[in-house]
């Protein structure tokens, strides 16, 4: 995996593939997921989220002319969850790299879902996509001085209206 520190919107190019390495996908084991990914390492502090525990990490991803941590999340044997934290002090703003970070994805996966409200998904910090099964969402969160924007891949989970 290459590693690049993002020039600006002019200088980067829009994804070729999905943030998820090649030759991953979700439900792969731990074993695949070595084989597939230079560099994994444990995470020191494994962190659960929505029942899956993020136990593995490489540093430094670049996609898309945007540098992240990525963490891959298992539920039992099977990878549930990938999420990608932009590194800080990588961009010029994280707003800009939020918004690049979008188009990029838009140029990819067509248009984000609509959200409830005026807001666009760049004035949300937020913006979600499906596709092949997977939920795919762009979330930039904080406060002014101290934002992060984190691209999450995790699988779709749909409920009988039943259970609601």
Do not use: C, N
Request: glycine share 10%.
């Amino acid at each position: 995996m290459l590693l690049a520190v993002w020039a600006g919107p002019a200088a980067a190019q829009p994804l070729a593939q999905p943030l998820i390495p090649p030759g991953v996908h979700l439900g792969v084991t731990v074993s695949e997921l070595r084989e597939a990914v230079p560099g994994l390492h444990p995470v020191p502090r494994p962190q659960s989220v929505a029942g899956a525990v993020g136990r593995w990490r490489v540093d430094g991803v670049q996609q898309a002319g945007l540098v992240f941590d990525e963490t891959f999340f298992f539920a039992g044997p099977a990878l549930q969850r990938v999420e990608l934290l932009l590194q800080p002090g990588t961009s010029s703003t994280s707003g800009e790299a939020f918004a690049h970070l979008v188009a990029s994805l838009q140029a990819l996966y067509g248009p984000e879902l609509p959200l409830h409200g005026a807001l666009s998904s760049v004035e949300a910090g937020s913006a979600s996509w499906v596709h092949d099964g997977v939920d795919i969402l762009a979330l930039q969160s904080g406060s002014a001085g101290r934002t992060s924007v984190r691209l999450i891949y995790k699988a779709r989970v749909l409920k009988d209206a039943g259970e609601l």
